[in-house]
C-alpha cells in the first residue's frame, strides 16, 4: 500500500504524484496493540485518565484558548475567499437610474415649457469559463477551505496533547517535592540522633556537620522544585487562555499522578494516517496546489466576455397651459467578445512554472508529515514499552531502599552501623524515587503522544 493510495484520483489526468511512500501495512514495534483503531474512542482520550482536574483544564483550553479561536477565524476568512472566487462565475450587473429636468420660457408668447426625462439602465459584464479556468480556481479554494478546516482540528489535537502533558509534569513535580520533603524529613531526624550522641559524647562534632551538610543539601534542591511548579502552572493558564495565577487555586491541591489508560487498539498505518488531521490538510494542500496549477496553464487559452446594458428612458412633456404628455423608450444591446493571449511577456508561462513549483512542494510536504506521522507513532510504542519495563525495576527498587533506610536509621540509632552507611542509604532512596517518579512521567507523557500520534483529541465542527 502506497501513501499516494489515500489520495486516489486527487492527479488530475496528467498528474502523478512522484516520489510516493510506501506506508508498511502493519507497525514495525511489536508494542503494537492489535485491532481497528476506533476514531471516535480516542477523540476525548483525556477522560481515560480518570482525573477530573485534567478534563477541567482541556474543556477551557479547547473552548478559551487563542490557538484555537485563531484557527476558527482562519476557517471564515477561507470560506469568505472561496465566496469571492465563486462570485467570478456569476455575471455583474450593475444599475445606475437618472433624471434630468429642462425648462424653457418662449418670451414671445408668454409660455414655459418643462420637460422631465426618467433613465433606468442596467449594465451586464460576465466572463464566461469557456475552458474552466475559474472553476479550477473555485477548486482550489474548496480545498483551501478544507484545509483550514484540517488545520483546527490539528490545533485540538496540539492543544489537547501540550495541556495534558503540562499538567503529568505539574503532578510529576509535585510528586518529586512531597518525596524530598520525606526524604529532608528522614534526615533530619538522623541530624536529631547524631546530636544527641554528641551530646551524650558517643560521636564527634565532624559527623554532626556531615548529617547538617547532607540534610541542607538536600533541602536545597526544594526551591527548583517549586519553581518549575510556578512555571508550569503558568504554562497551564495560558494553555488554556487566562492570565498566571487564574488556575493556582485549582492546581494548588497535590494530587497523584494520573493513572495510566488500558492499551488502546492502533490499528494499521494506513488508519491513523487517515485519521490524522494533519495529514489530511496536507493532502488538501497538495489538491488545491495541482488546481491552481491547471488554472494556471489554462490561462493561455481564450477567454469570452460578454457585456451589455439594457435601458428603460420615459420622457413626460408639459406645457403649463395644456395638458400633460408622456413617452417611454425601452432600449438594450448585447456584445460578445473573445479574447486570446499572443504576447503577455512570459507572465503566463512563468506563473505555470511557479505553480508547478508549489504544486511539487506540497506533495514533499505531504510526504514529510507522513513520515513524522509513521515515526511519532513508533515512538511512542517504544516510549511506553521501555518506561513500563523500567518502571517495573525502579518500583522494585524503590521499596527496597525505603525498607534499607529505615532499617539504617535504626540500627544507626543503636550503634550497628556507622553515619556514612546511614547517609549512604538515604542518599540511595531519594535518588531511586525520584527516578521512579520521573519514570511514571514519562511513562503517562508516552501515553500522551500515542494518543496524539494517532490523531486523537480533535472534536468535528
Same mark, same amino acid.
Not at 408668447?109 to 459584464?125: P, Q, W
Given at each position: 500500500?502506497?501513501?499516494?493510495?489515500?489520495?486516489?484520483?486527487?492527479?488530475?489526468?496528467? &498528474?502523478?504524484?512522484?516520489?510516493?511512500?510506501?506506508?508498511?501495512?502493519?507497525?514495525?514495534?511489536?508494542?503494537?496493540?492489535?485491532?481497528?483503531?476506533?476514531?471516535?474512542?480516542?477523540?476525548?482520550?483525556?477522560?481515560?485518565?480518570?482525573?477530573?482536574?485534567?478534563?477541567?483544564?482541556?474543556?477551557?483550553?479547547?473552548?478559551?484558548?487563542?490557538?484555537?479561536?485563531?484557527?476558527?477565524?482562519?476557517?471564515?476568512?477561507?470560506?469568505?475567499?472561496?465566496?469571492?472566487?465563486?462570485?467570478?462565475?456569476?455575471?455583474? *450587473?450593475?444599475?445606475?437610474?437618472?433624471?434630468?429636468?429642462?425648462?424653457?420660457?418662449?418670451?414671445?408668447?408668454?409660455?414655459?415649457?418643462?420637460?422631465?426625462?426618467?433613465?433606468?439602465?442596467?449594465?451586464?459584464?460576465?466572463?464566461?469559463?469557456?475552458?474552466?479556468?475559474?472553476?479550477?480556481?473555485? #477548486?482550489?479554494?474548496?480545498?483551501?477551505?478544507?484545509?483550514?478546516?484540517?488545520?483546527?482540528?490539528?490545533?485540538?489535537?496540539? +492543544?489537547?496533547?501540550?495541556?495534558?502533558?503540562?499538567?503529568?509534569? +505539574?503532578?510529576? @513535580?509535585?510528586?518529586?517535592? /512531597?518525596?524530598?520533603?520525606?526524604?529532608?524529613?528522614?534526615?533530619?531526624? @538522623?541530624? !536529631?540522633?547524631?546530636?544527641?550522641? #554528641?551530646?551524650?559524647?558517643?560521636? !564527634?562534632?565532624?559527623?554532626?556537620?556531615?548529617?547538617?551538610?547532607? +540534610? &541542607?543539601?538536600?533541602?536545597?534542591?526544594?526551591?527548583?522544585?517549586?519553581?518549575?511548579?510556578?512555571?508550569?502552572?503558568?504554562?497551564?493558564?495560558?494553555?488554556?487562555?487566562?492570565?498566571?495565577?487564574?488556575? !493556582?487555586?485549582?492546581?494548588?491541591?497535590?494530587?497523584?499522578?494520573?493513572?495510566?489508560?488500558?492499551?488502546?487498539?492502533?490499528?494499521?498505518?494506513? &488508519?491513523?494516517?487517515?485519521?490524522?488531521?494533519?495529514?489530511?490538510?496536507?493532502?488538501?494542500?497538495? $489538491?488545491?496546489?495541482?488546481?491552481?496549477?491547471?488554472?494556471?496553464?489554462?490561462?493561455?487559452?481564450?477567454? +469570452?466576455?460578454?457585456?451589455?446594458?439594457?435601458?428603460? &428612458?420615459?420622457?413626460?412633456?408639459?406645457?403649463?397651459?395644456?395638458?400633460?404628455?408622456?413617452?417611454?423608450?425601452?432600449?438594450?444591446?448585447?456584445?460578445?467578445? $473573445?479574447?486570446?493571449?499572443?504576447?503577455?511577456?512570459?507572465?503566463?508561462?512563468?506563473?505555470?512554472?511557479?505553480?508547478?513549483?508549489?504544486?511539487?512542494?506540497? *506533495?514533499?510536504?505531504?510526504?514529510?508529515?507522513?513520515? @513524522?506521522?509513521?515515526?511519532?507513532?513508533?515512538?511512542?510504542?517504544?516510549?511506553?514499552?521501555?518506561?513500563?519495563?523500567?518502571?517495573?525495576?525502579?518500583?522494585?527498587?524503590?521499596?527496597?531502599?525505603?525498607?534499607?533506610?529505615?532499617?539504617?536509621?535504626? #540500627?544507626? /540509632?543503636?550503634?550497628?552501623? !556507622?553515619?556514612?552507611?546511614?547517609?549512604?542509604?538515604?542518599?540511595?532512596?531519594?535518588?531511586? /524515587?525520584?527516578?521512579?517518579?520521573?519514570?511514571?512521567?514519562?511513562?503517562?507523557?508516552?501515553?500522551?503522544?500515542?494518543?496524539?500520534?494517532?490523531?486523537?483529541?480533535?472534536?468535528?465542527?
Amino acid at each position: 500500500m502506497v501513501a499516494g493510495g489515500i489520495l486516489a484520483g486527487c492527479a488530475g489526468p496528467r &498528474e502523478t504524484w512522484k516520489n510516493e511512500i510506501e506506508v508498511p501495512a502493519t507497525w514495525q514495534s511489536r508494542q503494537a496493540t492489535p485491532g481497528a483503531l476506533n476514531p471516535a474512542r480516542i477523540r476525548q482520550w483525556w477522560k481515560r485518565f480518570n482525573d477530573p482536574v485534567l478534563d477541567s483544564l482541556i474543556a477551557q483550553a479547547l473552548t478559551a484558548s487563542p490557538d484555537i479561536k485563531t484557527a476558527l477565524e482562519r476557517i471564515t476568512e477561507s470560506r469568505g475567499e472561496r465566496s469571492v472566487q465563486l462570485a467570478g462565475l456569476l455575471p455583474v *450587473v450593475s444599475v445606475n437610474a437618472s433624471d434630468r429636468i429642462d425648462r424653457r420660457d418662449e418670451q414671445s408668447t408668454g409660455l414655459v415649457t418643462r420637460s422631465e426625462t426618467a433613465n433606468v439602465s442596467a449594465d451586464l459584464s460576465w466572463e464566461i469559463d469557456l475552458f474552466g479556468r475559474q472553476l479550477q480556481n473555485l #477548486q482550489a479554494a474548496t480545498k483551501d477551505v478544507a484545509q483550514t478546516v484540517e488545520n483546527y482540528y490539528a490545533a485540538q489535537v496540539t +492543544l489537547t496533547a501540550d495541556v495534558a502533558t503540562a499538567y503529568i509534569t +505539574l503532578r510529576g @513535580t509535585q510528586a518529586q517535592l /512531597e518525596a524530598l520533603r520525606r526524604n529532608v524529613a528522614t534526615r533530619r531526624e @538522623t541530624t !536529631d540522633i547524631t546530636r544527641w550522641k #554528641q551530646e551524650a559524647g558517643l560521636t !564527634d562534632m565532624l559527623e554532626v556537620q556531615q548529617t547538617v551538610s547532607t +540534610l &541542607e543539601q538536600a533541602r536545597a534542591a526544594i526551591p527548583s522544585l517549586e519553581k518549575t511548579l510556578s512555571e508550569t502552572r503558568n504554562q497551564l493558564a495560558v494553555l488554556c487562555g487566562q492570565t498566571p495565577g487564574k488556575l !493556582d487555586g485549582l492546581l494548588a491541591r497535590s494530587r497523584p499522578l494520573p493513572r495510566v489508560p488500558a492499551k488502546i487498539a492502533t490499528g494499521i498505518p494506513s &488508519e491513523a494516517l487517515n485519521n490524522r488531521p494533519d495529514v489530511r490538510a496536507a493532502v488538501d494542500a497538495v $489538491l488545491a496546489a495541482y488546481h491552481r496549477k491547471t488554472a494556471a496553464e489554462l490561462e493561455r487559452l481564450p477567454t +469570452l466576455n460578454l457585456s451589455g446594458s439594457f435601458g428603460l &428612458e420615459g420622457l413626460r412633456t408639459g406645457v403649463i397651459f395644456s395638458p400633460e404628455a408622456a413617452a417611454r423608450t425601452l432600449a438594450g444591446n448585447l456584445m460578445a467578445s $473573445l479574447a486570446q493571449p499572443i504576447f503577455e511577456g512570459g507572465r503566463i508561462t512563468a506563473n505555470i512554472h511557479i505553480n508547478a513549483s508549489q504544486a511539487r512542494q506540497a *506533495v514533499f510536504s505531504y510526504q514529510s508529515t507522513v513520515l @513524522t506521522a509513521l515515526s511519532e507513532v513508533e515512538d511512542a510504542l517504544v516510549a511506553i514499552h521501555r518506561t513500563t519495563e523500567r518502571l517495573d525495576v525502579l518500583r522494585n527498587a524503590d521499596t527496597a531502599a525505603s525498607e534499607a533506610s529505615e532499617l539504617a536509621t535504626r #540500627q544507626y /540509632e543503636a550503634g550497628q552501623v !556507622d553515619l556514612l552507611t546511614v547517609l549512604d542509604v538515604q542518599r540511595t532512596q531519594l535518588s531511586v /524515587e525520584e527516578s521512579r517518579v520521573l519514570t511514571e512521567t514519562d511513562q503517562l507523557n508516552a501515553c500522551v503522544q500515542l494518543y496524539k500520534s494517532l490523531g486523537g483529541g480533535w472534536q468535528p465542527l
